[in-house]
Nanobody, 118 residues
């Protein structure tokens, strides 16, 4: 399993901004897929943003507001969030997927809480 560590969550007012960070020992370009998920209590974990083979995808609820990116060294993955809404409140998880001995491996961070007040 790949060790991932998230940071940057917190409490903000509606309309505010946050930037989440995820660090890994291996550069993120070595993974087949990288992305961010979020989960609220009592609901399924959902994909927020992902990057695969240079193609980025976003959930409809966050299009135009969230942006996934990396730093120049590919050692940190970011989720820039603007115009935050109360419905964005969730635990956000960093995720990568790669292959080990031809088997698909999914790795997750422990999550960081994002709370948006009305």
């Amino acid at each position: 399993q790949v060790q991932l560590e998230e940071s940057g969550g917190g409490l903000v007012e509606a309309g505010g901004s946050l930037r989440l960070s995820c660090t890994a020992l291996r550069p993120f370009f070595t993974y087949d897929t990288m992305g961010w998920y979020r989960q609220v209590q009592g609901k399924q974990r959902e994909l927020v943003a992902s990057s695969r083979s240079g193609d980025t995808k976003y959930a409809d609820a966050v299009k135009g507001r969230f942006t996934i990116s990396t730093d120049d060294a590919w050692n940190t993955m970011y989720l820039q969030m603007i115009d935050l809404k109360p419905e964005d409140t969730a635990v956000y998880y960093c995720h990568v997927q790669d292959k080990v001995f031809q088997e698909i491996r999914d790795s997750w961070g422990l999550g960081t809480q994002v709370t948006v007040s009305a």
